[in-house]
């Protein structure tokens, strides 16, 4: 691979083939994902419409290597000055570390943050950068991966301040979202001609919010240049 540059998964198989390695398939899967996590090879730029695969040396070729006190230091700040207003519980969520780990990084950078209580939590966030209500666009038409929402655990509710969503298992891969409230459950679906977004409302929408969403996803075909239509029960 160091020979030829950035591969895509066949041309990969068929250099391990050639080695006599052969895999294809759920194996070949498996040994990227190992390559992968072993930080041996990462995402290349994509060629011809392909997913490729590059050497993870020629791709971050200077990586710094940092003591483990000082890695969650520095991902305590890049989170909380990211993602805030945030809490420690959502860093561990995001993160997958304990609590112990996320207070002992706080701890070395607290004085470069800003915090504030509310509702019995301490919610941390870059200096200055404290909410401030409402911003443009109002609505919002999202992946239910997107980090608006799964960046966060402990302060994820803040998308519902009613409490009409159900605090269960998604059931939809998408949502829409008002002045930062989540307000239903989407799918999109793209044909040849048009978008289309069939929402699920938690609760009865009214016009100025029906209005906003109309126009979050006018935007949203106007980027695909596809006719762009919201359905409603």
Known sequence: MADRGQLTRAELADELRERGNA???QMLMIL????????????????????TYALMAERVAASRRLERADALAELALRYFTGHGPATEQDLAY???LTLTDVRAGLRQVHDQLDSFTHDGRTFWHAPGQAPTGPQEPAAHLLQILDETYRGYQDSRWVLDTTGQVPR???????MALVDAQLLAAMRRSVSHDRVR???RP???LTPSEIEALDEAARRYGEYLQLKAQITLP
């Open 202 to 204: 938690y609760r009865a």
């Open 23 to 25: 895999g294809s398939g």
């Open 32 to 51: 990227l994902a190992h390559a992968e996590l072993a930080g041996l090879i990462c995402s290349g730029t994509a060629a011809g419409g392909e997913h």
């Open 168 to 174: 269960t298992r998604e059931t939809a891969a998408g």
């Open 94 to 96: 995001w993160a997958t």
């Open 197 to 199: 977004f069939d929402l």
